[in-house]
C-alpha cells in the first residue's frame, strides 16, 4: 500500500514536531525520498487532516503524484500540525508510528 516505511513517517514526524530546531534536516530529509515516496507521505498527511478517507488512498497517493506543483518539502513543511495529521492519516490506515518513534527517541 505505501510507498513509504512506517520508519520513514515517523521520523518525519518527530522532525516536524521539533521545526524550530529541525527544519534544515526534515527539508533534507523529503528532498531525498523519491517521488513515489513522497506522495505516499503526502495522501497520509491528507487523509490524517480529513481531505480523503482511509478508503481513498490511492487515489490520495495519485493526486499528489500528480498535482505536485511546490517542493513536497515546501508544502509540507508550511502545513500546519504536520506532525498531527500524520498520525493521524497511519491511523486511518491502521498501522502505527509510535513504536518507531519510541525507538527513535531512545536512540535505537
Known amino acids: 500500500m505505501l510507498d513509504i516505511t512506517v520508519y520513514k513517517i515517523a521520523q518525519i514526524v518527530l522532525m516536524a514536531r521539533d521545526l524550530d530546531r529541525a527544519e534544515a534536516e526534515l527539508r533534507a530529509f523529503i528532498d531525498r525520498l ?39 518539502a515546501d508544502y509540507l513543511i508550511g502545513t500546519p500540525h504536520l506532525s498531527d495529521h500524520l498520525e493521524n492519516g497511519l491511523d486511518a490506515l491502521g498501522l502505527s508510528a509510535s513504536d518507531d518513534e519510541d525507538e527513535l527517541i531512545r536512540g535505537g
Open 34 to 72: 523519491t517521488e513515489e515516496e513522497q506522495a505516499s507521505l503526502v495522501a497520509v498527511m491528507w487523509i490524517g487532516r480529513g481531505t480523503f478517507e482511509a478508503e481513498e488512498f490511492d487515489e490520495a497517493r495519485r493526486t499528489a503524484y500528480e498535482e505536485a506543483t511546490t517542493p513536497c
